[in-house]
């Protein structure tokens, strides 16, 4: 079992940046897919980003070209860096540790939140 802490959240104007960081509280190298999450007020909770354990990565539309997952396997962090943020951008943020055949992991989450 594995705990996860994102961090990194928090008040931002359009615009802006934040990068976002889970920590994992044991190995990740286990886990194939390493994700980020986010879910906004009202709305079912959607993938970001993924990345695989061999650094492969894949975003949804709206991330593409803003945001940057990225994994260190020897630090068991996995990490969001978000550019030119949108009020849309607006929600919790959840880092999420997949594997075949295995239990995945949810952290508690980290709200985000764009506004002027």
């Known amino acids: 079992q594995v705990q996860l802490v994102e961090s990194g959240g928090g008040l931002v104007q359009p615009g802006g940046s934040l990068r976002l960081s889970c920590a994992a509280s044991?190995?990740?190298?286990?886990?194939?897919?390493m994700n980020w999450f986010r879910q906004a007020p009202g709305k079912r909770r959607e993938l970001v980003a993924t990345?695989?354990?061999?650094?492969?990565?894949n975003y949804v539309d709206f991330a593409k070209g803003r945001f940057t997952i990225s994994r260190d396997n020897a630090k068991n962090t996995v990490s969001l860096e978000m550019n030119n943020l949108r009020s849309e951008d607006t929600a919790v943020y959840y880092c999420?540790?997949?594997?075949?055949?295995?239990?995945?992991?949810w952290g508690q989450g980290t709200q985000v939140t764009v506004s002027s």
């Open positions: 990345i695989t354990n061999s650094g492969t990565t």
């Open positions: 999420y540790a997949g594997q075949f055949g295995g239990p995945g992991y």
């Open positions: 044991g190995s990740i190298s286990s886990f194939y897919f």
